[in-house]
């Protein structure tokens, strides 16, 4: 009921700045929670940031205060701002979108992941 896109993925050099989008499109108005996580080779996927229907907002500890998620409600996009990048940023970042009216109803969707790759 629930389809995540992502976008904004690429190569960049240390220092510098991506902004990774999320766009959610059907039951828009079931999603509890929009959060990205990163995998990096090797390793298991990580929070690295969510935002709460009502908007509270958790961090991942890697981030560091260099990332900031954000949403736009209108266009039902989830945006991540990835300032000051670290070689040891480059993963694969995943969209995720809990859903659901209830915990008993509720359900899990991924988007694709989009590759970023930090340079030093």
């Known amino acids: 009921q629930v389809q995540l896109v992502e976008s904004g993925g690429g190569l960049v050099q240390a220092g510098g700045s991506l902004r990774l989008s999320c766009s959610a499109s059907g039951n828009t108005f079931s999603i509890n929670t929009t959060g990205w996580y990163y995998q990096a080779p090797g390793k298991q996927r990580e929070l690295v940031a969510s935002?709460?229907?009502?908007?509270?907002?958790t961090y991942g500890a890697s981030v560091e205060g260099r990332f900031t998620i954000s949403r736009d409600d209108a266009k039902n996009i989830v945006y991540l701002q990835m300032n000051s990048l670290k070689p040891e940023d480059t993963a694969v970042y995943y969209c995720?979108?809990?859903?659901?009216?209830?915990?008993?109803?509720?359900?899990?969707?991924w988007g694709q992941g989009t590759q970023v790759t930090v340079s030093s």
């Open positions: 935002i709460t229907k009502r908007g509270r907002i």
């Open positions: 995720k979108a809990d859903a659901g009216w209830n915990i008993e109803s509720s359900a899990t969707y």
